[in-house]
């Protein structure tokens, strides 16, 4: 799989041979993208196909004509309808500026022209969205290839650079209104590879390409993570090596204190600056695990070195054995209760890296090599953790893990599973999709694979536009217990058609697995049909290569089948006299359930 730093030339020379080749193999999620372009735009969707076959998506393109981005979004285009975009990409960059300040704007004539620049990609996004429901991403701007005023011009007004800076940071303001809108952060990726590397005079004005074949893979590769961000396929956990990995050194030769770790060498910190990266991706929600060949006990000594920023409670799974590493990964895997397609695997050795990557395909395995003082850049690069948005659920992730793990120690203590429940004292809050929790919902269907019966993947604006449409019911839960707050982790969308509520959408994180937490859902989907006086409940199962543990999910539940093929099938259930089903969980104070 390609990774960073990408060989452009390589993959300008066999694109469409890659093409042919992935497309011969199996594909798991089909992707329409229509791409307005304000630059020829066919070069960075050949390489963004070849990346997007890579992760398993089949990805089919419409591009609008030369220079008609604004037209074909802000007014339409009944070609572009027809296709049908789950995805449009606004491929504009700093050729397409057409309100730059002249030499004598003053620092309110410089923000009105932001401002109208703005306006006309306001334009697009509202014509787009009045027509579609497509996910909208919109580059940013790079720096402009030429500086007037030299170091002055990202000080005055009338600087190209100030207006550039002034322009992102008005685009930055305006994606976190809209829900639908991906900021692709161009001024980024042009800064990572150099602004001569980036745009070629020649290509443009021969060819009208923004890029050049490097600055198109670079392009196309941070496409790539917002686009896999956006179906759930960011990576959730960090699964470390200790010796020559976090520290240096052997712990078990040299011993906790002569580890290389703060600040007395340069070797010392770059690992110092490693750890500090990881314990920031920990703060953000992603989970960390260690996976070392040491003894136990004694691997556990480097996090008292005085000078470690990690500690032994930052991991929520810690396999510290002899025993072969791709086995310890599968055992966290299970403990985790997550898949292998979640975990990135970062160790020094070259032998255990490729042993991980022939054994378990599906864990991404950077190159990182044996210099620790590019360990963050190239984990960095990669993108493997993207994210699209920040709740509070990503930023407590790694402590409700943590959690899990005291439930499963407590869980071996009991014999009978009721009682286990029971021990576990749990408490959820139940209701209506409410404001409060539509990012979080939003979330959770983009990234839920495993537990998500239809595997319906929703935009936090079509959240809030079921939210407040009475022909939909939808409910969400928060579950507590007494090794904390596990957040919100299941949500329903039901559709009235006639007497009966389709279930469009049912999920739940795979943390609360086997908690009776779809019992509780359950009941309260049964109490808000009865209420809307309907008959029925029907069920859909799709079947994806992740939610196979779920294919049995209704028949469990008492429904009855009434269609089914080898890939879905359809349940119905009667809702008079209903016994209600959950017994472990109690009602907290819930906002409205109506």
């Known amino acids: 799989m390609t990774a960073w730093p990408i060989d452009a030339a390589y993959m300008a020379r066999n694109a469409r041979k890659l093409i042919r080749q992935l497309r011969s193999g199996p594909l798991q999620r089909k992707v329409k993208i229509a791409i307005l372009g304000g630059s020829t735009s066919q070069e960075v969707a050949l390489f963004l196909e070849v990346l997007l076959l890579e992760r398993g998506f089949d990805p089919e393109f419409w591009h609008s004509e030369y220079g008609r981005y604004w037209e074909d979004g802000a007014l339409g285009n009944e070609e572009l309808d027809t296709f049908a975009p789950d995805l449009v990409y606004i491929h504009t960059g700093t050729q397409n500026v057409r309100h730059w300040p002249d030499m004598n704007a003053a620092e309110a004539d410089a923000q009105q022209a932001a401002e109208q620049e703005l306006q006309r990609f306001t334009q697009i996004w509202d014509g787009l969205r009045s027509r579609s429901q497509a996910v909208i991403v919109q580059n940013n701007f790079e720096l402009p290839a030429t500086r007037i005023l030299g170091n002055s011009d990202g000080v005055y007004p009338m600087g190209r650079v100030n207006f550039t800076e002034r322009l992102n940071a008005l685009l930055a303001a305006e994606v976190q209104q809209r829900p639908y809108l991906l900021l692709n952060d161009v001024c980024y990726v042009s800064a990572c590879i150099g602004l001569d590397n980036w745009f070629d005079p020649g290509r443009w004005f021969s060819y009208k390409l923004a890029t050049t074949p490097q600055g198109s893979a670079a392009l196309a590769f941070n496409l790539t993570a917002l686009i896999c961000a956006r179906y759930g396929l960011s990576r959730k956990v960090l699964l470390l090596d200790l010796d020559n990995t976090i520290w240096g050194g052997v712990i078990g030769d040299d011993g906790a204190d002569a ?248 999920l739940m994180s795979c943390r609360v697995l086997k908690r009776d937490v779809e019992l509780l859902m359950l009941d309260e989907l049964v109490i808000a049909a009865q209420k809307a006086s309907l008959k029925l409940l029907r069920g859909y199962y799709f079947r994806t290569q992740k939610n196979n543990m779920v294919s049995n999910h209704y028949e469990k539940l008492g429904f009855t089948c009434i269609e089914a093929t080898d890939d879905s099938s359809i349940w119905s259930f009667p809702l008079e006299d209903y016994k209600l089903k959950n017994v472990h969980i109690q009602m907290a104070n819930s906002p409205s359930r109506s």
Not at 390 to 402: F, H, N, P, V, W
Not at 439 to 460: D, H, P, V
């Open 259 to 506: 580890i290389a770790i703060g600040k007395e060498t340069p070797g010392a910190e770059a690992y110092s600056a490693f750890q500090e990266f990881v314990q920031r991706l920990r703060q953000r929600g992603i989970v960390l695990a260690v996976s070392s060949k040491n003894d136990d006990a004694i691997a556990r000594t480097g996090f008292t070195h005085p000078d470690s920023i990690l500690k032994i409670e930052d991991f929520s799974s810690f396999k510290a054995n002899w025993g072969p590493k791709h086995e310890n990964i599968q055992a966290i895997a299970h403990e985790l209760n997550l898949g292998l397609d979640s975990f990135v695997f970062a160790d020094d050795n070259p032998a255990e890296r490729a042993l991980v990557q022939s054994q378990l395909p599906m864990v991404a395995v950077p190159e990182i090599g044996n210099d620790p003082a590019l360990y963050v850049r190239l984990l960095d690069r990669n993108q493997y953790f993207e994210a699209l948005s920040l709740s509070s659920e990503d930023i407590s992730r790694s402590d409700q893990y943590a959690g899990n793990a005291k439930r499963n120690e407590l869980q071996a203590k009991f014999a009978d599973y009721g009682e286990f429940l029971a021990s576990l004292e749990m408490s959820a809050e139940v209701g209506a999709f409410i404001p409060t929790y539509l990012e979080r919902i939003a979330q959770l269907t983009g990234k839920t694979n495993q537990f998500n019966l239809t595997t319906k993947r929703y935009s936090q604006a079509e959240i809030e536009s079921i939210a407040g449409d009475s022909r939909f019911i939808t409910r969400y839960i928060r579950l507590t217990d007494r090794f904390g707050d596990n957040g919100l982790i299941s949500c329903a969308i039901g559709r009235i058609e006639g007497d009966t509520l389709h279930l469009d959408l049912w």
